[in-house]
């Protein structure tokens, strides 16, 4: 959750002209719209240990509208910032309809009532194992802290758990904590020693524990309110492109819902029960755009990770860790000194997160016939095209500084190059329709695609144990009932 929290803001508010104080609110902000719309999640939504926070899919959108050239002329920084804050605000506002509508009006249900096992193994396991990009790259940007993160990680969650037997399962509940206080203790020892003083730019802000510039930058005591930068400004053509964004990020958490409830022990979302959590996400994305938090709404899938390392499914814990988010948020000194940790401690976390949640969508393969020509076609094909369409979108954005689709809208470039630069989008799309088109209705080909399996719980009523897992509270089951 920290690495979204504080990667994101650190990348953007500088190419919005913000300086150290504008990016130290915009973490404030971002961290405690995270608790609220996790507890929103958690009691009313999916009722699943999900944590809701920022979203790398909503980057290029909004780098689009940094880059828009009503933008340009401003020379004042921090009216510049503001500016550009208040545009972003706007887009997500009108962005949030798309999920609040297509949640609870109950057609996403209908969507995820195609998904089978079959069809449902790429679009997670991209969603964990297509956010390669976050993983090693950074940690390599300053190896000799990022490989001993990682290096400690995988001792304390998987050798000594394994060496010695215990009832209390201290250290791989704990391996993030100890790893990363031990690291975090050898980096700042590294800084005040003088390790990095004649070192180049990019290097210092890598490794350093001094150089954010969050810590002196935090206020004690802020409390985060809606429309902080000013009231937001509307774009037509950014809000189409932010919706864009935002149906990105819906397919890509539904693989991360999928992977919570696989973590969580939980029996598999029936649709309805999705299309009520992709709601509150929906509603998730208006607060972020109420409060200004520069990013979007969606599943936690560090967090879907962390799951699975700690192997605490929880409800009530995330709930706790959502009311820690909202204190941190609110004094923001201790937030800061938690945002101060250097980007490749958190790529090296990131390895082993992202890591895990594709490993729950390729557990899906047990129901599926792994000797059926059709069902590896898909899969193979799937998961191909999903790494191999978005590298191309990426690398020609990479080379040129713009996508493959290149008109004088940008608006209109960003609707179509944003959806196919997400790997877990394209598998999980491509997949769904080669399942759906290429399938017959004999038991043969049902059993291939998994669905023997998965019918049970194609409807909330239909197994026992939905009401355990995704009922809502203070009863309120009887006033809106799920199918």
């Known amino acids: 959750m920290l690495g979204t929290t504080v990667l994101i803001p650190t990348s953007l508010v500088p190419q ?38 920022g979203s790398y899919s909503y980057v290029p959108t909004t780098i689009s509208i940094i880059l828009a050239g009503r933008y340009s002329d401003i020379v ?16 997500l506002i009108v962005a949030s309809t798309l999920q609040i509508v297509v949640g609870f009006s109950g057609l996403w249900r209908n969507v995820a ?57 201290v250290f791989d509940r704990f391996a993030v904590i100890f790893s990363v206080v031990i690291v975090w203790i050898y980096a700042h020892l590294l800084t005040v020693s003088g390790a990095y003083k004649n070192t180049g730019p990019k290097t210092q802000i890598s490794c350093r524990t001094d150089r954010a510039g969050i810590i002196g930058a935090a206020p004690w005591i802020r409390v985060p309110y809606p429309f902080q930068w000013g009231a937001p400004s509307f774009d037509a053509g950014e809000a189409f492109a932010m919706m864009a964004a935002s149906f990105v990020a819906l397919v890509e958490s539904t693989g ?35 409060f200004g938090t520069g990013n979007g709404s969606s599943v936690s899938v560090e967090n879907a990770g962390l799951l699975a390392l700690t192997r605490v499914g929880s409800r009530r814990v995330v709930q706790i860790s959502a009311g820690f988010m909202i204190f941190f948020s609110i004094l923001g000194k201790f937030g800061a000194v938690f945002a101060s940790i250097p980007p490749p401690i958190i790529a090296a976390l990131y390895c082993l997160f992202f890591a895990y949640v594709g490993s729950a969508g390729l557990s899906l393969l047990q129901f599926c016939n792994l000797n059926s020509f059709k069902t590896k076609f898909i899969l193979g094909f799937s998961v191909f095209m ?8 990426n690398e020609y954005a990479a080379v040129n500084g713009f996508g493959p689709v290149h008109t004088g809208a940008r608006w209109f470039n960003d609707m179509i190059n944003v959806p196919f630069s997400s790997e877990a989008f394209v598998a999980g799309l491509l997949a769904m329709f080669l399942d759906v088109t290429l399938h017959r209705k004999d038991n043969t080909t049902r059993k291939d695609r998994g669905m023997h399996w998965w019918d049970r719980f194609r409807s909330y009523k239909t197994d026992a144990r939905s009401e355990e897992f995704y009922s809502l509270p203070f009863n309120l089951n009887k006033f809106f009932p799920s199918v």
Do not use: D
């Open 113 to 169: 009532r195609f998904l089978t096992p079959l069809s449902a193994v790429p679009l997670v396991a991209l969603s964990g194992f297509g956010l390669y990009e976050f993983g090693f790259p950074v940690l390599a940007k300053c190896i000799e802290i990022g490989l001993p993160q990682i290096i400690l990680l995988l001792i304390f969650s998987q050798y000594i758990p394994h060496i010695i037997h215990g009832e209390r399962h």
């Open 256 to 290: 991360a819902f999928i992977a919570v409830s696989r973590y969580a022990s939980a029996t598999p979302l029936p649709p309805s029960i999705l299309s009520r959590g992709i709601g509150w996400q929906g509603v998730g994305i208006l607060f972020s755009g109420i």
């Open 16 to 53: 919005m002209g913000g300086g150290n104080e504008e990016k130290a609110k915009m973490i404030q902000t971002l961290l405690f719209v995270a608790g609220v719309n996790t507890l929103f999640q958690t009691l009313f939504g999916t009722c699943l240990p999900a944590v809701i926070g």
């Open 76 to 91: 004042n920084p921090q009216e510049k910032f503001e500016k550009i804050m208040r545009g972003i605000q706007g887009a």
């Open 386 to 393: 999903g790494l191999s369409i978005p590298q191309y979108f």
